[in-house]
């Protein structure tokens, strides 16, 4: 089951290849850059949610 490729194809497959994860990188990076808004969120409610998150760690 040997298939032959040329050069063209096989270069063209590479650049494929970092292209996608170029893209991956960067859409992974912008999501983890996004800030939450928690500005509709009640002060009180924000204190009691991030000590429920500390006593689960």
Known sequence: MEENYSIDEILSAVDDLQNFKRNKTKKVSSVSNAKTDDSGIPK??????????????
Request: proline residues 0%; charged residues 35%; hydrophobic residues 30%.
């Open 44 to 57: 009180n409610t924000l204190r009691l949610i991030e000590e429920a998150e500390k006593s689960n760690n």
